[in-house]
């Protein structure tokens, strides 16, 4: 079990890592977008942006990081970085005052991919689709002292069990899929296909670093 106090995550390095991962489907994403052909382009200096922002900023409180990155990226042009930029501004609101640790790391990726939302304004009206995910993801039934009715479960329960559910090696990939897919559908990113996909791929790949941090 999680203790209430944790070592804050590198933002550096989690950002770096998304950075890496989009130069490699640069390509792809350029052509998965069918108006300007340069979604991956876009993508690609977006995180380098950002991963910089967090280099000149290291040391600094995790929402004054971000806020700085927020601000360097709005001077960008292309829709993704100011959707991104309006996520990070977001965060920084969020996050002042706090860490970014294990125990708020999923709420803090749910908000970076916001646009511009806080957690709270995310969640769906009708949780009931959450909570059918939630629980396939916890092992197939309900569990002890929950209601049989899945209306009481939303998104900040799947974003709770997130973290717990990446740590069990039995439970591989397909559940982290599951997880990425509903914070995007639910999300800024989810309004278009290529943004939806490259959306994908920053929340699996933000989620794996957090993994990675932990398992050191």
């Not at 994403?29 to 993508?43: K, P, S, T």
């Not at 970076?112 to 304004?121: A, C, D, F, K, R």
Request: aromatic letters at 4%; a neutral charge.
């Amino acid at each position: 079990m999680m203790s209430s106090q944790q070592s804050p995550l590198d933002l550096v390095k989690m950002f770096q890592s998304v950075t890496g991962a989009l130069q490699q489907k640069r390509d792809t994403f350029n052509q998965a977008d069918e108006y300007n052909h340069d979604h991956g382009d876009n993508m690609v200096e977006t995180f380098e942006v950002i991963t910089q922002a967090m280099r000149e900023k290291r040391g600094a409180d995790p929402a004054d990081q971000l806020a700085y990155a927020s601000e360097i990226l709005r001077q960008r042009k292309s829709g993704s970085s100011k959707l991104y930029a309006n996520g990070l501004s977001q965060a920084s609101k969020d996050f002042r005052g706090k860490q970014i640790d294990s125990n708020n790391a999923m709420s803090f990726i749910q908000t970076l991919m916001g646009g511009g939302q806080s957690v709270q304004e995310q969640q769906p009206q009708q949780s009931s689709g959450v909570g059918s995910l939630l629980g396939g993801l916890l092992g197939g039934g309900q569990q002890k002292n929950q209601p049989q009715e899945s209306s009481g479960f939303d998104m900040g329960d799947l974003l709770q069990a997130g973290m717990a559910l990446m740590g069990t090696k039995s439970r591989g990939g397909s559940n982290l899929e599951a997880i990425v897919n509903a914070v995007v559908s639910n999300s800024a990113m989810g309004n278009s296909g290529y943004r939806s996909q490259s959306g994908s791929l920053v929340a699996s790949t933000l989620m794996l670093a957090v993994k990675g941090m932990l398992s050191k």
